[in-house]
């Protein structure tokens, strides 16, 4: 049955490939974005990725006027708009609270006067922390944070009491959230925020825990935009990628196709109303890979990446997804490989106007001494 979705931040990187999956599903989409300056340029106009039969109603998540004009006929929500830096929301302390958690009270205000048939809300591996661990001994432990005293030393990897290593296996949706950061902070918050009030007024509510999501249309101009679009747009300016602490760390990386049909598969799936899913690809690549992967498929093999044996505060060592209950509950099936998926990115890259300025949070982060 066709429904009309509204998606906040709609017009952002994940949401507006939501909104294609929606209407090639035949869905009507409304998309509610402040076109926000630090992803969509200081003239913040619809950015020409967003399909034009997305009714795009400019406005902010924290009005709660323009927030129940967006609500109007609508039939789903699903709650993308939040800022995500995380170095970021550790001095923008105050706007990520803004944005991200009163935007959502606001929303979820809304929402109890004009409730929908499905709500489903943005969350984000940063709630775990660390992922999970085995021991030598095989038992299965919460990773911890690393102290600072270890890390000075440039000894990366989690170790035990013992000082033995531990060896990190898929995170589950069970393991116990250790919130490191002000962005893991307020993911929690929405996520459970949105999930205590959908249950209180019958508002069907689902959460979804993005793991590294990466593709095109990603903000470049944004210093806090991930990973491999950072080390895209560095290797296009012929400038080397900065590596973290020894880049041997591990994260899972989704293509935001295969993120989008999880996002839909949550609304059309019945019966998982109050659940919580890991939307991750299953695989692990190191920061390392990534960098070496990114410059194969740009023909930059020859720029060296440089690994600055830095650790970036509020950063975890390893955590990639058990996604064993998305597949199980939503029929959630990954298909895009690492190589189609850095292809497509890096031949979208090529195809941008990527300005002699590569995305650089190190020095902002540096000078509030948020590296160590
Ligand atoms: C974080 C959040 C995640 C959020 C994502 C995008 C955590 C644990 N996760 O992921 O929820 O969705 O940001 O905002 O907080 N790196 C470099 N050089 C760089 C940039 C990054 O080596 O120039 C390394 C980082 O140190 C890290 C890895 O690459 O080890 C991934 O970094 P990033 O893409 O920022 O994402 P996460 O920190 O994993």
Redesign the pocket.
Known sequence: MPKRILITGGAGFIGSHLADNLLRHGHEVRALDCLSPQVHGVDRRRPSYLDPEVELIEGDVCDSAAVRRALRGVDAVYHFAAK???GQSMYQIADYTQVNNVATAVLLEALVENPVERLIVAS???I??EGLYRTEDGELVPGHERPLAQLQKRDWELRDRKGRLLTPVPTPETKTPTL??V??LS?YDQERMCLIVGRAYRIPTVALR?F??YGPRQALSNP?????A??ASQLLNNLP?????D?L?Q?DFIHVRDLAEGCRLALETPDVAGEVFNLGSGHRYT?RE?GERVAAALGRENVEPKIIERY?V???RH?FADTSLARRRLGFEPRITFEEGVADLVNWLERQEVDGRAPD??TELEERGLTV
């Open positions: 995500v830096g995380v984000s591996m940063s775990y922390g490191a950061s962005y893991a993911k993005f590294n999501v806090y935009t991930g990973v491999m950072i080390f990628p900065l590596i973290f602490e880049g760390q994260r920061v990534v970036r509020g950063d975890i955590c949070a190190r």
